[in-house]
């Protein structure tokens, strides 16, 4: 079982930048891709940001390329989202994500969820 846990989450004003940190822990595997996914009231879920495990392959979705950073240290089972310049339509529950399959690609089968944590941005 492997569990992830989110912490970062805050109410920040447009402009203003934000480190969101998530801890792995738990049966993981040998390599695989850790992601950031978002989810604002009344909308889906979607894609923000991932990483493989050599961190030699990142993604991010367009609405955030150029303002947000992802990053991973192996040694503590841990990625995060450096989010500089937020805007007010960043503010959702952001959630941490693994992939096994270490591919980090979106439409990837991600297999753990964190519980998520709430970023607010206001203008």
């Known amino acids: 079982q492997v569990i992830l846990q989110e912490s970062g989450g805050g109410s920040v004003q447009a402009g203003d930048s934000l480190r969101l940190s998530c801890l792995s822990s738990?049966?993981?595997?040998?390599?695989?891709?850790l992601g950031w996914f978002r989810q604002a009231p009344g909308k889906e879920r979607e894609f923000v940001a991932s990483?493989?495990?050599?961190?030699?392959?990142?993604y991010y979705a367009d609405s955030v390329r150029g303002r947000f950073t992802i990053s991973r240290d192996n040694a503590w089972s841990s990625v995060y989202l450096q989010m500089d310049n937020v805007k007010p339509e960043d503010t959702a529950v952001y959630y941490c994500?693994?992939?096994?399959?270490?591919?980090?690609?979106?439409?990837?089968?991600?297999?753990?969820w964190g519980r998520g944590t709430q970023v607010t941005v206001s203008s």
């Open positions: 994500a693994l992939d096994t399959s270490n591919l980090a690609e979106a439409r990837a089968w991600w297999d753990y």
């Open positions: 738990g049966r993981t595997h040998s390599a695989y891709a």
């Open positions: 990483i493989n495990w050599d961190g030699d392959t990142i």
